[in-house]
């Protein structure tokens, strides 16, 4: 069963950079298709990138293309999102998620999540 945990979210300003992890504290063998979404208040949840269960292939938005990297960790279903000159519309509660397919958008594609991490981002 995949537990996964998100961490390092935090506040910075505008320009700034952060990296949010996300782990897997339960015992399962299988290595998932991984992802990112993020929901700000009163928005819906929002696909941010995903990333191949072979770590190869890799899938963004628009809107964080350039800006946001995807990478896997050594640890079973670890993965990373790097992301640069953030912007106060990056605000928001991110989560991790586990998956089977790849690339895909949707959140309903995916079947465990994290409780999330909130990353706030000043002007």
């Known amino acids: 069963q995949v537990q996964l945990v998100e961490s390092g979210g935090g506040s910075v300003q505008a320009g700034g950079s952060l990296t949010l992890s996300c782990a897997d504290s339960?015992?399962?063998?299988?290595?998932?298709?991984m992802a990112w979404f993020r929901q700000a208040p009163g928005m819906e949840r929002e696909f941010v990138g995903a990333i191949s269960d072979s770590g190869i292939r890799t899938y963004y938005a628009e809107s964080v293309k350039g800006r946001f990297t995807i990478s896997r960790g050594n640890a079973l279903n670890t993965v990373f999102l790097q992301m640069n000159n953030l912007k106060p519309e990056d605000t928001a509660v991110y989560y991790c998620?586990?998956?089977?397919?790849?690339?895909?958008?949707?959140?309903?594609?995916?079947?465990?999540w994290g409780p999330g991490t909130q990353v706030t981002v000043s002007s």
């Open positions: 998620a586990a998956g089977t397919i790849f690339p895909v958008r949707g959140s309903d594609m995916y079947n465990d």
């Open positions: 339960g015992r399962s063998a299988t290595r998932y298709v």
